[in-house]
């Protein structure tokens, strides 16, 4: 009860799961690129992990975690609606030193929420589901996912549509992140401009990774 009723217990919850979720977009970075490589060495990847005990656990600890960082992201956003009153209609001037990813997480959110269901069910669904279930639901083999990321990018509207998503999750990620940091305690003056910086790099990092592969099937690349 003391992480629902305690501010300080919210911003704990946020900030953790916040950061597992960092951490696993990051494994998830790398490993997407390593396909503009070769097919085969990600289709080895995507035969390790498959419908194994490891990779499901995995997938059950991730599926926690996220639902759990968006219920609480729900609540806060609530928690924040009902503390400003009829505040919250009234017109104020920008605040300085306040980025604009700051006041619209909760917008970014919803957009990166919509985008991770296509994302899940153009992959996810099509592979490991397929693998755990043994019902074919995609055109190719579940271990087969470079025939899926050729299949979704050569369509030059889902790549625009992926870079748009990265686009919000950068925004989100540069917040998120020094963000959760200063939760655990690294917030005086001296370490707050360089968590900004190291989120900024970090989350630039990770999306230029991801943004790699749509970006280049729209110029015509296409891996073998």
């Not at 992990?49 to 995995?58: E, Q, T």
């Not at 503390?83 to 970014?108: C, H, I, P």
């Not at 087969?144 to 979704?152: E, F, P, R, S, T």
Request: net charge positive.
């Amino acid at each position: 009860m003391w992480l629902i009723d305690s501010s300080i217990g919210r911003k704990v919850i946020m900030s953790v799961t916040g950061l597992f979720l960092i951490l696993f977009l990051t494994f998830h970075s790398i490993m997407n690129v390593t396909v503009l490589f070769g097919t085969g060495v990600y289709n080895a990847i995507c035969e390790f992990l498959g419908a194994n005990w490891y990779a499901v656990a995995a997938s059950l600890v991730l599926a926690m975690g996220f639902v759990l960082h968006i219920l609480y992201a729900l609540y806060l956003t609530w928690l924040n609606f009902k503390a400003r009153g009829n505040d919250r209609y009234a017109v104020t001037k920008r605040q300085e030193g306040v980025a604009w990813s700051s006041k619209n997480m909760f917008v970014l959110g919803l957009i990166i929420f919509g985008f991770l269901a296509l994302h899940l069910y153009q992959f996810w669904f099509k592979m490991q589901y397929a693998e755990l279930t043994g019902v074919q639901t995609g055109d190719f083999h579940p271990a087969d996912g470079a025939a899926y990321i050729i299949q979704l990018f050569s369509q030059p509207l889902y790549c625009v549509l992926y870079i748009i998503w990265l686009a919000a999750l950068w925004f989100h990620l540069t917040h998120g992140i020094w963000s959760a940091l200063q939760s655990i305690g690294m917030n005086n003056k001296t370490w707050l401009p360089r968590l900004k910086c190291f989120a900024n790099a970090y989350s630039t990092f990770v999306i230029l990774l991801f943004m790699a592969i749509p970006v280049l099937f729209l110029f015509g690349y296409r891996p073998i």
